[in-house]
């Protein structure tokens, strides 16, 4: 560095020494003082945008509210061999089942896109956050 | 006289009873499926494509996503009111729909290939259970 490049850079220290002084801009060190932050946070910042990625698409279910709300279910899908009447089928066994086609089957019947008169009327009460709880207490339900 | 009434009674009575039996018998097997055709027809597309078994992996036992249900050890006759509402179109899933009943035709699935293929899934070591809300959660 020449003389002339050392004496602009200590004169735009000495200025941006002056303005932090003064309440402005960045402290001179501000270099040193980002990696002493960075390494503080960066383990949170990893978490974060690992908590991004692998956050799926829909809300979040809670499995113990899920299980207050699936009291119901079980006159049902909790009777082995229980029969569906007209036409006449068992009801499928759900414990152990994935999560989000649980809550992609409950959401048609909230809509309508999936008939079955009395999961249409169960799940019309239902809001997304219920739903996301049912499933992600049902999959979890059972799972060998 | 009154004696024969009674007797028609009871005979009228066991009638009904073996009926409703019968019918119910039939319900929950429907016609049986053949497994060995149906696991076949699971993991073979005759005209090419996509097999049941390309998404429902390992007999059903895993799937290629969270949205593709399990359906190793899954009821049969569910299985079968599934697919058949599939091809009627009464149940939507695009690829499902697809998948049973090609506009063409060419991949339809038969009355007899469905109970094969839920005789087929239905025998597989069951990896979903019937709920048991006394049980605490898992995992």
Redo the contacts between chains.
Sequence with gaps: MSQREQGAVSACRAVARGGYNRGLGFPPDWPNLLERLMRRLLPALAGAALALVYTPAYAAGNPENGRQLAFTCSGCHGIEEYRNAYPSYRVPKIAGQNEAYLANSLKAYRDGSRQHPTMVAQASSFSDQDIADLAAYFSTQGRQ | MSTNIRTMRYVVLAAAAALAWSS?AF??GGPRGDIAAGKARFEYTPEGGQSCASCHLESGAK?I??????LA???A??L??SLKDYRSG???NVLMNAQVDAEEGTNKLTDADIANIAAYLASQP????????S?P???
């Design positions: 119910t319900a929950v799937s996503d969270g949205n593709t249900p399990l050890g899954q009821y006759d569910y079968e009111k009464a149940r939507v069951p990896v979903l259970s019937v709920y048991d809300h049980l959660k898992r995992r």
